[in-house]
């Protein structure tokens, strides 16, 4: 059973900056999905076993940094240059799978067989 532990989010203005964490039970590829208020769930980035692939959607690209510290088994999502777009639920993904990959996690749009954190809100104000 793998558990995730997501904490970070809060209030931040436009232009601002917001670091989230996803404290995990061992070591995956993982990634960060997020819903908007009457948005479908949407990819937000990944990052493989050992750290050195990451993917990212495209609204993101260039203001957010996905990393981890495989010491402390835990992942960050670095976001600046926040925009009230970028206002959702955040949650963290860990494929256990011995196939898993991040880019799997990408592909999949949030349909494969994950385990998910219980999401953290992220509110920009403008």
């Known amino acids: 059973q793998v558990q995730l532990v997501e904490s970070g989010g809060g209030l931040v203005q436009a232009g601002g900056s917001l670091r989230l964490s996803c404290a995990a039970s061992g070591r995956y590829p993982m990634g960060w999905f997020r819903q908007g208020p009457g948005k479908e769930r949407e990819f937000v980035a990944a990052?493989?076993?050992?750290?050195?692939?990451?993917h990212y959607a495209n609204s993101v690209k260039g203001r957010f940094t996905i990393f981890r510290d495989n010491v402390m088994n835990t992942m960050y999502l670095q976001m600046s240059s926040l925009n009230p777009g970028d206002t959702a639920v955040y949650y963290c993904?860990?494929?256990?799978?011995?196939?898993?990959?991040?880019?799997?996690?990408?592909?999949?749009?949030?349909?494969?067989?994950?385990?998910w954190g219980q999401g953290t809100q992220v509110t920009v104000s403008s």
């Open positions: 990052i493989s076993y050992g750290g050195l692939t990451t």
């Open positions: 993904v860990a494929d256990s799978r011995t196939t898993g990959t991040a880019v799997g996690i990408r592909d999949a749009g949030g349909g494969g067989p994950y385990y």
